[in-house]
């Protein structure tokens, strides 16, 4: 579903389901760059497939901040951490990811936002966002899916990802046939202004994904 703000829902169903779980287990992504104790954002959470990951992964000790614009997967989210009794680790807002105050300046060691840039229109808000609240040290993951309509607001084009991957310093990159990722990293001696690429693209229409 399309909101006003032109940002895509999708049921939990569609990233929270068996298959998943089963072909592409959680822990196999976030065991890579979380340790116990250290502090993660899920950003663009949904029903909290990696939140909830990370929360075992980080313990008592860590935090991990879930944050996702849909309330009703927060909802979700926020009654299956306290089915599992995590739900002091985490943090859960619905909030748009380019508006996340409440996440301090350089506190997170690790970022993810696996499918968020592709349902949102506000990459650089969001990309600004995860300059900010990354520690000097601190990683993040960026993944987006490749096969959407050129002229949907949401769309992160080839150019436009090297454009917002040129802000971090990339640690890691890949691709497959649906989709791509990055392993970025603050860029030293501070991250540059993320500019406003979309504008030089002009009006765009619906989304077909
Ligand atoms: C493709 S799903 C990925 C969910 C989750 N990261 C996962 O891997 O299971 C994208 C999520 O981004 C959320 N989303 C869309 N626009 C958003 C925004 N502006 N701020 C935060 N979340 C947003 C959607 O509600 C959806 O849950």
């Not at 990696?50 to 313990?59: D, E, F, Y």
């Not at 970025?184 to 991250?191: L, N």
Request: charged share 25%; aromatic share 6%; net charge positive.
């Amino acid at each position: 579903m399309v909101t006003a703000t032109g940002d895509r829902k999708l049921p939990p169903v569609v990233t929270n389901n068996v298959l998943r779980y089963l072909l592409s287990p959680p822990e196999r992504l976030v065991k890579r760059y979380v340790s116990s104790g250290e502090r993660a954002a899920d950003l663009g959470c949904g029903a909290g497939f990696h939140s909830l990951a990370m929360a075992r992964i980080v313990g008592e000790s860590g935090r991990v901040f879930a944050v996702d614009f849909d309330p009703a997967v927060i909802a979700r989210l926020q009654r299956r951490a306290e089915r599992r009794r995590c739900q002091r680790i985490i943090t859960a807002r619905a909030t748009s990811a380019s508006e996340i105050d409440f996440i301090d300046d350089g506190s997170i060691d690790f970022v993810l936002a696996e499918g968020l840039l592709c349902c949102m229109s506000d990459h650089a808000g969001a990309i600004r966002q995860i300059q900010r609240i990354l520690h000097p040290r601190g990683r993040a993951y960026l993944s987006t899916v490749k096969l959407m309509r050129p002229d949907d607001p949401r769309t992160v084009t080839r150019e436009e990802w090297e454009h917002l991957l040129s802000s971090f310093r990339l640690l890691d990159r890949g691709e497959a046939l649906m989709s791509r990722w990055a392993l970025v990293g603050p860029r030293e001696g501070g991250a540059p202004a993320v500019g406003a690429f979309r504008a030089r693209l002009g009006a765009r229409g619906p989304c077909c994904c």
